[in-house]
């Protein structure tokens, strides 16, 4: 069974820091693309940020970029999204999610397997 799980949501403080986890679980995900998107109340689930498999390199949304950093631990199958320089537009639940090969990287429909979501709630 495949699984994907978010940990690490919360409330903090503008300015602050949060770091999200998503563990992967069920396959091999070394070949897959993983991502973060959000979903703000009464918005629509957006791109954040994620990892190509094939070149290691990393994509941002512009709102994010510079204050936000994904990272992925192959071994344990894991995908961290390290969140500083909170702001409270960043108010969302958090989720993350696996797709690929190929695909837009930043684009929902590439993506086949998604987790449940993490609250991350940042107060001004």
């Known amino acids: 069974q495949v699984q994907l799980v978010e940990s690490g949501g919360g409330l903090v403080e503008a300015g602050g820091s949060l770091r999200l986890s998503c563990a992967a679980s069920?396959?091999?995900?070394?070949?897959?693309?993983m991502a973060w998107f959000r979903q703000a109340p009464g918005k629509e689930r957006e791109f954040v940020a994620a990892f190509s498999w094939s070149t290691t390199s990393t994509f941002y949304a512009d709102s994010v970029k510079g204050r936000f950093t994904i990272s992925r631990d192959y071994a344990k199958n894991t995908m961290y999204l390290q969140m500083d320089s909170l702001k409270s537009e960043d108010t969302a639940i958090y989720s993350c999610?696996?797709?690929?090969?190929?695909?837009?990287?930043?684009?929902?429909?590439?993506?086949?397997?998604w987790g449940q979501g993490t609250q991350v709630t940042v107060s001004s």
């Open positions: 999610a696996a797709g690929g090969p190929g695909g837009l990287i930043r684009a929902m429909r590439t993506y086949e397997y």
């Open positions: 069920g396959r091999d995900f070394s070949r897959y693309h």
